[in-house]
């Protein structure tokens, strides 16, 4: 089992990755001192395949747990939703050392860890990922949030997990299309960080749609340590950690505008090949980087291209981006494989010719 530290002085937790690492939940009661009341918060697919054996591991380890099971989906990322599992915490009288776990994707992770950062000011919240996507991104660092009818994660807190459990086995259940959104994430830390890492994604796609375990547990620890090291630098954000937000600016963008038909990662592959646009065009990357960026993104079967709604809704959504200051956007570029900037100061001209390239006819 590889483990990956987050070191956030009294915040700091490990990420355990491998098989075998849901084992730990035995150790948590006693190592971190909890109540016996456990909240157990996942979807229905992921409940329907790992809920039981989550819950016999937290009850062996001296736990009454509770389940609350919600809609698959990013519609379940919000205040009601979150409100009805306040109504369930208060009901089974959770304390504040009962632990909320989040079993499931993004979506389950980022609606429990909103729950948990808010519901008495904070419970202990322990992230148990089963997409690649949370995976290799949404449970490390912290951003907890639900969303709002204007915006994406518009409403939500840096609220650090206690532990990461983390098992590839269970991609093993993960549909195809469920795997690419995670393999963008993935992608987007080799581009920003890791060129090496880049490299072996561009090298080993076989054994990456094989699901070849042993290389799945490098590959996530290897982006979670990227992760990782961003956070312990700027864990709110206000500097470095804004690199983690390549290809979302145009990402979130085309989630909002396409009412969700895109997934996150294939809305954050967009989003990438725009920024790479960008970047091209103001003189930072070369075409060369541009192709490359193109070529890894078809190989693992993501879109660049947005079809579904227009050049101005995009437009529209992007000035809403929540990284903009003063209504300028902080648009993360790229300078070649593995290196990134932040600049707020590109030419609109610029950013339409990007938008009209990415834009497909209905
Ligand atoms: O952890 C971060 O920081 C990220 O930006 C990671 C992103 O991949 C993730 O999608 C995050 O939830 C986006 O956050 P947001 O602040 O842009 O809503
Ligand atoms: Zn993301």
């Known amino acids: 089992m590889v483990q990956?530290?987050?070191?956030?002085?009294?915040?700091?937790?490990?990420?355990?990755?491998?098989?075998?690492?849901?084992?730990?939940?035995?150790e948590l009661k006693t190592?971190?001192?909890?109540?016996?009341?456990?909240?157990?918060?996942?979807?229905?697919?992921?409940?329907?395949?790992?809920?039981?054996?989550?819950?016999?591991?937290?009850?062996?380890?001296?736990?009454q747990v509770q389940i609350?099971?919600?809609?698959?989906?990013?519609?379940?990322?919000?205040?009601?939703?979150?409100?009805?599992?306040?109504?369930?915490?208060?009901?089974?009288?959770?304390?504040?050392?009962?632990?909320?776990?989040?079993?499931?994707?993004?979506?389950?992770?980022?609606?429990?860890?909103?729950?948990?950062?808010?519901?008495?000011?904070?419970?202990?919240?322990?992230?148990?990922?089963t997409s690649l996507l949370a995976q290799v991104d949404s449970s490390v660092g912290g951003k907890v949030a639900v969303n709002h009818p204007l915006g994406k994660n518009m409403i939500g807190a840096f609220y650090q997990p206690k532990m990461v459990l983390i098992d590839p086995a269970m991609l093993d259940s993960l549909p195809e299309r469920e795997l690419a959104t995670g393999l963008a994430e993935l992608i987007k830390h080799g581009l920003i960080r890791d060129s090496r890492l880049f490299a072996e994604l561009e090298q080993d796609y076989a054994a990456v749609w094989q699901k070849d375990k042993a290389l799945f547990t490098r590959l996530i620890s290897r982006s979670c340590r990227i992760k990782a090291d961003v956070v312990q630098q700027d864990e709110k954000e206000t500097d470095v950690r804004?690199?983690?937000?390549?290809?979302?600016?145009?990402?979130?963008?085309?989630?909002?505008?396409?009412?969700?038909?895109?997934?996150?990662?294939?809305?954050?592959?967009?989003?990438?090949?725009?920024?790479?646009?960008?970047?091209?065009?103001?003189?930072?990357?070369?075409?060369?980087?541009?192709?490359?960026?193109?070529?890894?993104?078809?190989?693992?079967?993501?879109?660049?291209q947005v079809r579904g709604c227009t050049a101005g809704q995009l437009a529209a959504y992007l000035l809403r981006d929540k990284k903009a200051i003063n209504?300028?956007?902080?648009?993360?570029?790229?300078?070649?494989?593995?290196?990134?900037?932040?600049?707020?100061d590109i030419p609109e001209q610029i950013v339409l010719s990007a938008i009209a390239q990415i834009i497909l006819e209905p």
């Open 327 to 344: 209504g300028k956007i902080n648009w993360v570029l790229l300078t070649g494989i593995g290196s990134v900037v932040v600049r707020n």
């Open 31 to 63: 190592s971190m001192r909890l109540s016996s009341t456990a909240l157990l918060i996942t979807d229905e697919t992921v409940g329907a395949l790992y809920g039981e054996q989550v819950v016999q591991m937290l009850e062996q380890a001296g736990f």
């Open 68 to 129: 609350k099971t919600i809609v698959p989906g990013e519609e379940s990322k919000s205040l009601s939703a979150a409100e009805e599992i306040y109504t369930k915490a208060i009901a089974m009288r959770l304390d504040r050392l009962s632990p909320i776990v989040a079993l499931g994707g993004g979506v389950v992770g980022d609606l429990a860890g909103f729950v948990a950062a808010t519901y008495m000011r904070g419970v202990p919240f322990i992230q148990i990922p």
């Open 4 to 26: 990956v530290k987050v070191e956030l002085g009294c915040d700091s937790y490990t990420i355990y990755v491998g098989s075998g690492s849901l084992l730990l939940l035995n």
């Open 242 to 304: 804004m690199i983690l937000n390549f290809g979302h600016t145009i990402g979130h963008a085309v989630e909002k505008a396409t009412n969700f038909a895109y997934s996150h990662g294939e809305a954050v592959a967009i989003g990438m090949y725009g920024a790479a646009l960008i970047s091209r065009d103001v003189g930072l990357c070369s075409q060369q980087t541009v192709e490359q960026v193109c070529g890894i993104l078809q190989k693992y079967r993501l879109p660049l």
